[in-house]
């Protein structure tokens, strides 16, 4: 499924809320447009679409990031009773 249809089957039914967080992008003048066209397809404004899609964006990145952070093996070191710090551990032994 593209991004654009996932986007539109998102913003079909979600609701309006308003925050308070301010964001400023340059866009081309065609990207804007066509993103504008989008927007007005929908019945929303440009604001209320890129808010849809950025949310989107970093909740798929925040679902990779869990993903692949739980497929790493977790970091098994023994312990070892010293003084020196496990930095320069080896260096204090020669």
């Known amino acids: 499924m593209s991004v654009l249809t ?4 998102r913003i079909q039914g ?7 967080e301010r964001l400023t992008l340059r866009l081309d003048p065609a990207t804007y447009s066509a993103l504008e066209a989008l927007a007005r397809e929908h019945g929303m404004t440009l604001s209320e679409l890129a808010r849809e899609a950025l949310t989107m964006l970093a909740e798929e990145y925040r679902a990779r990031a869990t993903k692949e952070k739980a497929q790493e093996p977790p970091n098994e070191q ?9 930095l ?6 020669e």
């Open 14 to 20: 979600k609701a309006k809320p308003r925050l308070e």
């Open 78 to 86: 023994p312990e070892e009773p010293s003084d020196t710090p496990p």
């Open 88 to 93: 320069f551990s080896g260096a204090a032994q």
């Open 6 to 9: 996932r986007l539109e089957k």
